[in-house]
């Protein structure tokens, strides 16, 4: 049974950075693709930051560009989420998710409903 985990959430100042750090296992490495979603309390799950398969085709969120960086080391079958100049609204709970192809071949990275695989969440806040 695939499983992902979480890490490296906490509490940090505005402007302040945090590393995001997502383990998998259960899964080939290399075969999926990785999001990392947040969510609000009442709100609905949002997209953040997706990553190819071999790690060269990365997506972000408008909100998150130029101040977030996602990778992946695909022999560790791990992935991160660099963080840098947070802001009060990027406090959260947030995923990690693991996608493989569909039938279609195609992957959907900002669509969460395509990423079967899901972690346990790691909260993030602002706040000075």
């Known amino acids: 049974q695939p499983k992902l985990v979480e890490s490296g959430g906490g509490v940090v100042q505005p402007g302040g950075s945090l590393r995001l750090s997502c383990s998998v296992s259960?899964?080939?490495?290399?075969?999926?693709?990785m999001g990392w979603f947040r969510q609000v309390p009442g709100r609905e799950r949002e997209f953040v930051a997706a990553i190819g398969r071999g790690g060269d085709i990365k997506y972000y969120t408008d909100s998150v560009k130029g101040r977030f960086t996602i990778s992946r080391d695909v022999a560790k079958n791990t992935g991160d989420l660099q963080m840098n100049n947070l802001k009060p609204e990027d406090a959260a709970t947030y995923y990690c998710a693991a996608q493989e192809p569909g039938n279609d071949g195609l992957l959907y990275f900002s669509v969460a409903e395509r990423y079967a695989y899901w972690g346990r969440g790691t909260q993030v806040t602002v706040s000075s």
């Open positions: 259960g899964l080939i490495t290399g075969w999926y693709a």
